[in-house]
């Protein structure tokens, strides 16, 4: 028996860096949080310590800042063009991941028009891209994080198998509510990133609310579908649907009813549901997640 | 010497209720997390464990469950009412305090218009209202938490107290970025809360936006004096922002210029500015805070 | 009717100092979180952005980070060291508060004995000192946070008011498991911190397992009148614990009974139980909170 | 082309269940939060909403509660009845997965003895199994997560490869702190769990704190190492650690030295480190994972 180094990456995770471009006197900002991770020959830091192969995790988040000093483009560029450099620079690098999270910045509003370079959060969820390259090729997972979505009907949950163990009523009516995870890949790099991603977000929000459900699963799938149907960009996507449960709260020992009007809204547990939509035709993943 | 209860109060914290109205096909939902704390003739349950006075937390969740089975409103007057029945009902209830954070959702809009009853998140700020009732009066304020705003320029700081300890370099451009807390006290309860709070959101981001700061204490000031000088119904207002610091990076190692274009948004330690803006002639606080 | 600047205080926000001090070849390690907070003659940055006055939050963390290079002792004496220079320091500084969290590391044990330079996290909860100053006096509060207990037996809830809204069963036997912030001020400087410190966590702890409970409050009066019946140091104590509840769940429809013995622990909502108990010759409080 | 259903799994998370076990008046408690996942023949309710072979989410969590009526035992032990449950109950679940974190307890002392049924939160870091059932295996990965560590010496960082874009300076003497996930998967299912863990544990902060470092990646895999050559019941490690960077203040502008002695720790970027260490004759991994 022998002890060996199984996989292995390494990198700096979740710098934090908010470009401002101007424009005349009109500035843009784009906030986001970039992630590295690189796997190659890395044995002998491992094995003894010798670090002459190892990019420095402060260096790689040097090439972070340094790389935003050019316009940034959208995430997936931007991605694309740390992930080749870390790639390309370096022979002891094979794969470099780079996972970016934007955050959305509007204009404030004054007077009905936007202020020039003042700007309010918008939303909460985020725009999301992990970016694989190697030597051979490059791989693109766009994707949409914290996409907080509920229906107050069009949703049934029943039919289910029951066993000893089975106290869930079946119903006809409830409150479906989710936070949305999806990340889809690509066929290939030439993409037109905003364009895509904005009509995948719209996709996906336009069949959650119109598949009338009867679990979250065939939602998961339709929206899936949908997405699939319209971007033949898109080989494959992968959600994960956190089922955040409500619950009509009993108003009856108060002598009150509550025909789905009152709802509790619970943190723990909660439902986790995970699925992938693909074409039967969609190139081969390679390292793209 | 003798040992002695002071100051207590108790109640149910973080009750989330979300209320679906149903207007012929159309839906609306609120979502509001309310806390309950309650102040009064609770001695014996501290001294003895005798509980005859007291409204148990459970008790209050029920209420908060049942208030909501009847039109909410908006969250100053759900909280008056719920405020004022625990005061009222309750010989032993000397004071109670409602406290409501409120998450804003919006239709998903379908072919360009609103649908009928699927909702996605509004934005990550929250609506906020803390009532106090007492059998004397009733104290309103309400508030904005969680409001994230950044000016990418107009924003200077010099002129500061030096001392041993000083290294910082005096700037005349930064990034302003700020979490704001805002609660602002009510005159009375005769107020049209939406028109108000909507207003007073809006002349903090504006005000925030067209003021030059000098300092976050200015841009602080000239944000309260902004909302007191339009609002007659407000008669104090106090901030609490959050300094987010935004570092221009010294990219000159690596040969490149950076004015003011790449910076890194730090997490801690941060800046923390607090401070009230009222009127001379504003009436007592009493209980409000 | 004029606008006025009223109470505000800035500072800077949660500094993370590590301190190694050396001894031979053995080491210590403190780990300690800062919060400074300044009041003042500040009413010019407010009102002009003329900041001749202003101690920048940089220097505040700069200060923090120098005064560590002393033996820091006690947190509460690091606090009244810090407190002290700014007040002593800055004429424009009328009050300084020192707030200090810190985490706690013991030495890793290496064939039963203690590694020299080794070290893992000791717990979750956080020693806290809230240190103020003024030129006419200072205040010292201890604390302790996020200390989490629970009796599985010894404690019920029954006798509380019934209304139409009541629903809860009484009870002579539940889990009791609260999170537990306690804040206790002090007579005086004059106190060996380290200490007293520990008995009065020694106390606190005793006695919430030793007191049968009716109520939490009867936990939270008997825990804070052990502390200041044994400890003459300590003039008044606030605590507030967070009451997690634990349910017995109803396995009644799988044919098993459940004699409180499987619980489901929920997060939300919870009660917020807040008191404080004082001796009646306790001195004024000042600017102690 | 065809649009199709791929991976899918889903299921109940994080449902916390408290026992108490009582041998007199003796009380011990045990704190899970579970969570499972299944995976099996469910396309149809993704493209059908046809339920029936569907388990609930809520049946899950209620089987949860059930099986914490009999005794728990090891948590491996607790997470294998689990999966072989859904597993063998189930013709449509292929696959079934329980992920435990497990919270430790301590008894309260009192008077210098274990109090009976009065506990105190005993440490952050938590214990974990993953255990996956199919009708032809089963796999346990045991593991530890937010373990902190840190050193006050012994850790270099030097021999870095150097671009344009690297500025770091070698060090000979750095603080290396990082938060430990380590997961293990075993040979087989015949482990006596508690005595396993309770060893690995041990010599994972062994070797940390034994280790000099050159890299926090040769730390990671001496720590495997070290598991693998004491314990033949493991078959791999995988470990994640993240690099919580500690700089040495500069106070030299205050005309202070620091010799290692005062660090600002900071939060974010973060170095990460993952990494696996195994056996070149372990058996396939086959589904634990």
Chains 1, 2, 3, 4 share one sequence.
């Not at 028996?1 to 292995?8: E, K, P, Q, S, W």
């Not at 999301?128 to 049934?156: F, H, I, N, Q, R």
Request: glycine share 8%.
């Amino acid at each position: 028996m022998t002890i060996v180094l199984g996989d292995n990456q390494y990198g700096k995770a979740e710098t934090h860096v908010v470009r401002v471009t101007k424009s005349g006197g009109t500035h843009e900002i784009r906030d986001l949080t970039v992630t590295v991770a690189l796997a190659g020959d890395f044995a002998e830091t491992h094995l003894s310590g010798d670090n002459s192969k190892v990019v420095a995790t402060d260096t790689q988040k040097n090439t972070v800042f340094a790389f935003a000093r050019d316009p940034i483009g959208d995430i997936e560029d931007f991605g694309l063009r740390l992930a080749r450099h870390f790639v390309g620079e370096f022979a002891s690098v094979y794969r470099a991941r780079v996972h970016i999270d934007e955050a959305a910045w509007s204009h404030i509003g004054v007077g009905g028009k936007p202020h020039d370079h003042a700007f309010v959060r918008a939303g909460s969820e985020k725009r999301m891209a992990t970016v694989t390259c190697t030597d051979d090729g490059s791989w693109v997972v766009s994707g949409v994080g914290d996409l907080l979505v509920l229906k107050s009907t069009g949703s049934e949950f029943h039919g289910f198998l029951k066993d000893r163990f089975t106290t869930l009523a079946e119903t006809e009516e409830r409150i479906l509510a989710t936070s949305v995870v999806a990340r889809w890949r690509h066929v290939d790099t030439q993409v037109e990133w905003a364009r895509s991603h904005d009509d995948v977000r719209r996709l996906l929000l336009e069949t959650f609310a119109l598949k009338h459900s009867l679990s979250l699963q065939q939602t998961l799938y339709a929206m899936g579908e949908a997405v699939l149907r319209a971007r033949p960009e898109v080989a494959e996507i992968r959600m994960s649907m956190l089922n955040k449960h409500h619950f009509a709260v009993d108003l009856s020992p108060f002598g009150m009813a509550n025909e789905n009007e009152v709802f509790y809204a619970s943190d723990r547990p909660f439902g986790l549901i995970e699925g992938t939509v693909t074409r039967d035709d969609a190139p081969e993943p390679g390292f793209a997640w």
